[in-house]
């Protein structure tokens, strides 16, 4: 990690945002002296001021502004963010870092969303969306390197909006599975 603790938090974000979920979990993961996992490895229970006393010294051992990947598994590896005041609209839009698998439940003003997917990377992703009655979302299924990419919700094939990264589906409240399969030519 090139920069401080603090600015740990606008990296991430940033490369979320510019789609580059992989560098960002591979930043959260390490094990470096200017990582997270370091923090552990030094004895601490909660998050440091600095990455280690070699880089400050005089650092004390409580600073929640380094507990970075705390909201941005949610945030950023999830994407799971508010559209509109008090979660009236959420987004989900899970960007993966190569993970194959993840579970999350994320507690709103609302109610929980609580999202789980499976992937091969390569042939298919499987995403399961439970969203709070009182709620819509906005899900984005990512695609990846899913040759001729297929949506199907609930298991029946639909026509989905996309770009070259995501389908886009627009939800009310409720549970829903959506999948990205590989289709044929």
Known sequence: MACSVYAAQFLLESLYEAGEDKAALDLMCATSDRSWWNMIRSGSTIT??????????????????????????TRGLWGIVPLSPGFAVAQIKPQTGGLTSSKIKAPTIRGSIN??????????????????SNMKAVVYIPVRNISNPVLLVDGKSVKGKRNDKFFIAETGGGKFHFSVRQGTK
């Open 48 to 73: 440091l001021e600095a990455w280690d006393a070699k880089f400050k010294p005089n650092l004390d051992w409580n600073h929640a502004w380094g507990a970075v990947p705390a909201n941005m598994v």
């Open 115 to 132: 999202c789980e997917f499976s992937t091969d990377n390569t042939t298919q992703f499987d995403l399961q969306v439970s969203v709070p």
